[in-house]
């Protein structure tokens, strides 16, 4: 087991405790629900009095969202044991390569959703030099898919803690 | 655990009594009813971590399709929690409920969720034998 590991501080050890892998999960669920009540937050708040421009929410402001959670829900419906082709005798007709291409588009959504968050922040606020608070409906957007990205980030964490714990527990 | 008797029932229902009556207030003091929907969302909330702890088969524990059916009621509640003090926030941002009423429906919300996690939380070593 110690001749594996491959990095010189190993894991604390409260992490992998069945408790620390719920917790991510949860916080999973809490971060992906901020994320979209952030935007939801921006595009209300568009619509109600307070907004005095001529700027709106529309669904171009939306279509980065759409694809992070895309992203988001491909890479953690991936079962990530199938990753390690090496390891598995069983998964050798090409499974881990299709789940890695699979991978690799969810990560490539959740990247590009992203980006297009900032592109339609520079493009639809910055350049033309929108105000502050009707600026901060292209800041959560933003904001929103940088939560998208740490969500599924802790959720990738915390279910390879739950690899780890099943193995230790199959020992 | 500490043995649940009556007057933790007392108590419990005692708290989820003026959690209702804040969100209520908070409604009906300014005449706006978006509030309740913070209700609605926390008797939501443990729906799916019960709907998906039924769909699973909790011995297979090297398999993980059971635990992913775990994990995703595990996201939706997480989702629904957080979404009960976003919602009110959210509309004290866009001035349709005022900053008090914010602050009243979420911790009426609070208290909701709270008296439903501790009841469930009582009364549950009793529902496995």
């Not at chain 1, 971060?31 to 708040?45: E, G, H, N, Q, R």
Request: glycine share 8%; charged share 10%; hydrophobic share 55%.
């Amino acid at each position: 087991m110690s001749e594996d590991r491959l990095w010189k501080f190993r894991r604390p050890e409260w992490l992998n405790s069945i408790w620390a892998r719920n917790a991510g999960v949860y916080a999973a669920g809490a971060f992906f629900s901020l994320a979209f009540y952030t935007l939801l937050d921006s595009a209300v708040w568009s619509k109600s009095a307070l907004n005095g421009s001529d700027l709106h929410v529309t669904f171009v402001d939306w279509l980065p969202f759409i694809f992070s959670s895309l992203g988001m829900l491909i890479i953690n419906s991936v079962e990530k044991a199938r990753l390690s082709a090496d390891s598995f005798s069983y998964s050798g007709s090409g499974v881990a390569w299709k789940a890695r291409v699979v991978l690799f588009l969810g990560f490539a959504a959740l990247a590009g959703g992203m980006a297009g968050g900032v592109t339609v922040f520079v493009l639809k606020f910055v350049v033309p030099g929108v105000p502050f608070p009707a600026m901060g409906m292209g800041v959560e957007n933003v904001v929103a898919n940088a939560l998208v990205g740490l969500s599924s980030v802790v959720l990738w964490v915390s279910q390879n803690m739950e690899d780890e714990y099943s193995y230790n527990l199959s020992l | 655990m500490p043995t649940a008797g009556l007057k933790t029932i007392i108590a419990l229902s005692f708290v989820l009594a003026v959690g209702f009556l804040l969100v209520i207030l908070s409604c009906a003091l300014w005449h706006s009813y978006y509030p309740l929907l913070v209700v609605g969302t926390y008797v939501l909330a443990p729906v799916p971590n019960w709907v998906c702890s039924h769909c699973s088969n909790p011995d297979d524990f090297v398999e993980s399709s059971g635990a992913a059916v775990l994990d995703l009621g595990r996201f939706c509640t997480g989702f629904l929690v957080v979404m009960g003090i976003a919602l009110p926030v959210l509309l004290a941002h866009s001035s349709l409920i005022s900053i008090p009423a914010m602050v009243m429906s979420v911790i009426g919300g609070l208290l909701i969720y709270g008296t439903i996690i501790s009841f469930a939380m009582f009364f549950q070593e009793e529902q496995e034998f």
